[in-house]
């Protein structure tokens, strides 16, 4: 139950399109369209799919989150090196390295026979599906004047439709195939890459960046810290739900202690690394992406419980619980169209805070109130508060940083934003597993609620611009 969002992307100059020295920007957006079909429709899908998986391999509800945890971890941590990788490299051979990930990562998960095997196919799988977007809009984004804009309302036309439908597909081929069909989905990206072939001249000679410059280098260790504090965290708060054994879970925070000093000596030693120091101690940055985070959490911790809830409350199957959710995951195509309206007459900040406001209103209309309603309504309220945030909040990146930065900005806000997509289901699960689901979704709506402390508390910044930067495109993004 995803839509798209808007995030500034830079690769190269701009191509002319439409003519024999330039791709046109229609049939290269019905190419990358149709490769983003079966990874969207993925991301809503599995949620419906999770209490027949936890039945399926006998393992308690509560440790299904990680099968959505996963994939944003991997998700998240994939998109900044992406767009490093995208210094060197062209979008196509990006493209086809995220395709083949995503694509064996989700024939692993649909073939595991335990939970721990379904979770690495699902963190391969992930680490595809980030790879994977950051390439098809880098690919669109390039082109020129019209073709840019007829390629990117291709995309975000297919991933919106596609988001929109995941949860209706993932009930449909849970009651009819099975749930393995479900986490299967995403290897349909395979036979279409093949559509891409056409393009594959077009595809190579956009981007490619500073193919021998700093930014083509990636810091491997400063990667690798970063990796390990935020897989720790997710780990730890999961811990109780997935049984941990005490040793091992102190053994896994000790990691997440080391990793947090290595990546703070790491910043210090080199300033121009994974991590830059002049980013982060940006004025902003940190900020926009904890609010962002938060409502993120939110979002995904209230859609790894709704499907469940909903068969309890109606006695159905998955098909029923997944075609109740549509309406909430049409939302985000609207709430999606309404963000660039919103942040014409009020401030990033403002808009920030009314969208946590939003999510954490969502939460608590799920643990407050029973039966299958207030769960659509509850759900629907998040995907809005999701579907504006990342549009806000990664847009935000030129007004906090210098031209030279924006890129590596909005790489990192984009990761702390989804690591919140990781946060949540990790949240909710461990809380579930020592409280009631009221109580576990009433600590969840904390996490919206600081962002809304942290977005007030913010000092109003500049309006978005009339028109974006001259290095930076404003392009649908997913929720």
């Not at 806000?392 to 930065?405: I, N």
Request: overall charge positive; some cysteine; glycine content about 14%.
């Amino acid at each position: 139950m995803e839509t798209t969002m808007p995030q500034p992307i830079r690769s190269g100059g701009p191509l002319s399109g439409g003519s024999a020295h330039g791709p046109d920007g229609r049939r290269l957006g019905l190419v990358l369209g149709m490769l983003v079909l079966p990874m969207y429709v993925a991301l809503g899908a599995p949620s419906v799919a999770l209490p027949a998986i936890g039945r399926a391999l006998g393992v308690p509800f509560a440790a299904t989150a990680w099968i959505l945890a996963a994939w944003s971890l991997t998700s998240a941590l994939a998109m900044p090196v992406t767009g490093r990788l995208l210094a060197r490299w062209s979008p196509f051979r990006v493209l086809v390295a995220g395709v083949v990930a995503l694509a064996a990562g989700s024939a692993l998960a649909a073939a595991g026979p335990t939970l721990p095997a379904v979770i690495v196919g699902r963190l391969i799988g992930g680490a595809g599906a980030g790879t994977t977007v950051i390439a098809v809009f880098a690919a669109a984004t390039a082109l020129a004047g019209q073709h840019r804009l007829r390629a990117l309302g291709t995309v975000a036309a297919a991933s919106a439709t596609a988001s929109a439908c995941g949860t209706l597909v993932g009930g449909a081929v849970t009651a009819w195939l099975g749930w393995r069909a479900v986490l299967a989905i995403p290897v349909l990206a395979m036979p279409l890459l093949l559509a891409a072939l056409p393009s594959r001249r077009a595809l190579t000679r956009i981007g490619g960046g500073d193919r021998d410059g700093a930014a083509g280098r990636l810091d491997v260790v400063g990667a690798a810290v970063l990796s390990v504090l935020a897989g720790s965290l997710i780990t730890v708060l999961q811990a109780h739900s997935v049984g941990l054994p005490a040793p091992v879970t102190l053994a896994v925070a000790a990691a997440g202690v080391l990793a947090a000093a290595g990546l703070w000596w790491r910043v210090r030693r080199r300033p121009d690394g994974f991590v830059p120091r002049r980013v982060i101690a940006a004025r902003g940055v940190l900020a926009a992406g904890l609010v962002g985070g938060t409502v993120f959490a939110g979002y995904y911790g209230v859609l790894f419980l709704a499907p469940s809830l909903i068969e309890q409350a109606t006695g159905g199957d998955a098909l029923e619980a997944g075609a109740l959710l549509v309406p909430a995951a049409a939302c985000s195509v609207l709430a999606g169209r309404l963000a660039g309206t919103v942040t014409a007459r009020f401030t990033a900040w403002q808009v920030s805070a009314g969208l946590a406001a939003l999510t954490a209103v969502g939460v608590l209309v799920v643990g407050v109130f029973n039966g299958p309603v207030p769960v659509v309504v509850g759900v629907a309220l998040t995907v809005c508060g999701f579907a504006g945030a990342q549009a806000v909040l990664v847009g935000l990146a030129p007004e906090l940083v210098t031209a030279h930065d924006r890129d590596t900005a909005q790489g990192l806000l984009t990761f702390m934003i989804n690591l919140g997509g990781g946060i949540g289901p990790a949240a909710v699960a461990g809380l579930a597993g020592i409280v009631s689901v009221p109580v576990a979704l009433a600590g969840l709506a904390v996490l919206p609620l600081a962002g809304l402390v942290l977005a007030v508390t913010r000092r109003p910044g500049a309006r978005y611009p009339a028109e974006p930067h001259d290095a930076v495109d404003f392009q649908p993004s997913k929720s």
